[in-house]
């Protein structure tokens, strides 16, 4: 199987504002010369705001037209998280654009409750696996990262796991330290894209996005606190190696999510 060219984008973000976010990306994106997947970070159009009855969009909203044009444009699948407005509730919402248009979206599961987003936005229920070329990959967003439950990979499921986030600076050692648990509990790549600088709370963001192997070891790592993009090729016949020389799943634990 061929390698998966992967790109990820730490930037700042611009409070609240689609427009202004957009733009931000066009630029970004153009400077990612070649990739399968690209990721922004999560809720990319307005920062980790509480405030989705001002801020929400339609699924035919001006967002997944806008992600559906640069899929296309790059050839790449393009995915990230936004504040969707369904049914009359609110998600924390990723999508996975194709190139082609087609899409499919993830909503949050675990909701931050230290910053009121469970009384404000509703829980998903599904988790999400995806191919892309012959690739199984789990996109989750953020505070999802701390439960290892949901993102345990039962029979490898899936060959990588990705985080988009708004994981503030002060507990940056807890994000890095969970990136590196969940690649070597769940034996695949762990892709963690963070954004950086000061949002509208003041809080601060170090980026600290990264690339992780399936033995916990990192690949790639962003500059803290800068605004980067990294890029890296990840390799399935290493994968697949280390799974048959150390079948440590044969041992899990057999479990039921309710």
Known sequence: MKDLKIALIQTSLIWENHEANLLLFEEQLSKVSEADLIVLPEMFTTGFSMEPARL????????????????????????????????????????????????????????????????????????????????????????????PVWSRNANHQYDVLLYTANWPAARSYAWKSLLIARAIENQSYVLGLNRVGVDGKNLEYSGDSSVIDFTGKYLIEASAAVDQIISYSLNYEALQNFRKAFPANLDADDFEIK
């Not at 806008?66 to 790059?74: S, Y």
């Not at 924390?92 to 993830?106: C, H």
């Not at 409750?113 to 070329?133: T, W």
Request: hydrophobic share 35%; net charge positive; with cysteine.
């Open 56 to 147: 929400a969009e339609k699924m035919e909203g001006k967002t997944i037209q806008w992600l559906t044009q640069k899929a296309k444009e790059k050839n790449a699948v393009i995915t990230g998280s936004f504040i969707a407005e369904e049914n009359g509730k609110y998600f924390n919402r990723l999508i996975w654009v194709r190139a082609d248009g087609s899409f499919e979206t993830y909503d949050k599961r675990h909701l931050f409750r230290m910053a009121g987003e469970n009384n404000f936005y509703s829980e998903g229920k599904k988790k999400l696996i995806i191919e892309l070329k012959g690739w199984k990959i789990c996109p989750l967003i953020c505070y999802d990262l701390r439960f």
